[in-house]
Structure formats: structure tokens, C-alpha cells
């Protein structure tokens, strides 16, 4: 197991969960929800450099399946933002029924959906990322693939 903070995001349209690990990379735990807007990506930026993370963990939503939805492009593209903005590695790492899981987590918890949307991307971030890091652990290597960093001149980062 490699050693290091990693951050781990769950990308929805309109919040973002962030979540770490401690660096032994053992627990995932949440970090904060975030609005998603324009600032977001530099404030995920901003908890990795506070953190002294090594890497970021970003959920892929594929479909059952394994196909691409609009979930799915819509959390590449963050991605490819996120990378574009920083040196240090993007992995994307499948995150189907993170959210599911989230929702069934609180629920069982004693937390009510309603009262619930504040923290549930903050949970689905913590799920991606403590599944990642298990994956890692059992096989031996990096989970998911890396973004290759591209610089967008139109994206200001």
C-alpha cells in the first residue's frame, strides 16, 4: 500500500463530496460538502494542499452495465478540470450505487433522506475512497486509471 493522503470526491451537478484518508491509507473519512460552481475545483484543490495529500480519488458513476451516462461524463470532466489545475495524480475509480449505498447507510444510521442532503456526497465521497483503497490493498496496484493532466485554455486554472 502505498502511504500518503489521498482526497476522495463524489461529483453530483449540484454538490460535491470530499472525503480523505489518513496516511497509511487505512480510513476514508468526510471532509465536506461543497456547492458545485465555478470555485469548486480550486476549493478540492485547496483541501488536497491543506491535507498534504498525494493524490486525488474521483468516482466514476458508470452504469450497471459499465456504460457511460451523462453522470459519467459529467464526472470526467471535473476530472480532466481537477487535472489540468494540479501536478498531482487523478485517478477515476468506479462508483456504482456509492450514492445507493450512502442513502442506505444513513438510513440505517437513523438519519432521514430529507435532513440527509447535506452529508450524503460527503458519505458517497467517503465509500469511493475507502473502496479504493481496499482494492489497492487486496490487489496490490493503483485502483482505477489516471487522467492524463492536459492544460484547457479556456477553463482560467
Known amino acids: 500500500m502505498r502511504p500518503g493522503v489521498r482526497v476522495g470526491i463524489d461529483v453530483g451537478r449540484a454538490r460535491v463530496g470530499v472525503a480523505r484518508c489518513d496516511r ?7 471532509v465536506e460538502t461543497l456547492a458545485r460552481d465555478e470555485r469548486t475545483v480550486v476549493a478540492v484543490l485547496a483541501h488536497g494542499s491543506e491535507l498534504d495529500a498525494v493524490e486525488f480519488v474521483v468516482g466514476l458513476p458508470l452504469s450497471l452495465g459499465g456504460g457511460d451516462t451523462a453522470s459519467t461524463t459529467d464526472a470526467r470532466d471535473f476530472a480532466d478540470q481537477l487535472a489540468a489545475a494540479t501536478e498531482l495524480p487523478v485517478r477515476l475509480v468506479d462508483e456504482r450505487l456509492s450514492t445507493v449505498t450512502a442513502h442506505r447507510q444513513l438510513q440505517a444510521g437513523g438519519r432521514r433522506a430529507k435532513g440527509s442532503r447535506s452529508v450524503i456526497d460527503q458519505v458517497a465521497a467517503v465509500i469511493i475512497l475507502q473502496n479504493a483503497l481496499d482494492s ?4 496490490g496496484r493503483p485502483p482505477g486509471t489516471v487522467v492524463h493532466r492536459t492544460k484547457d485554455p479556456d477553463s482560467g486554472l
Open 136 to 139: 489497492e490493498r487486496m490487489a
Open 24 to 30: 497509511d491509507g487505512l480510513l476514508a473519512t468526510p
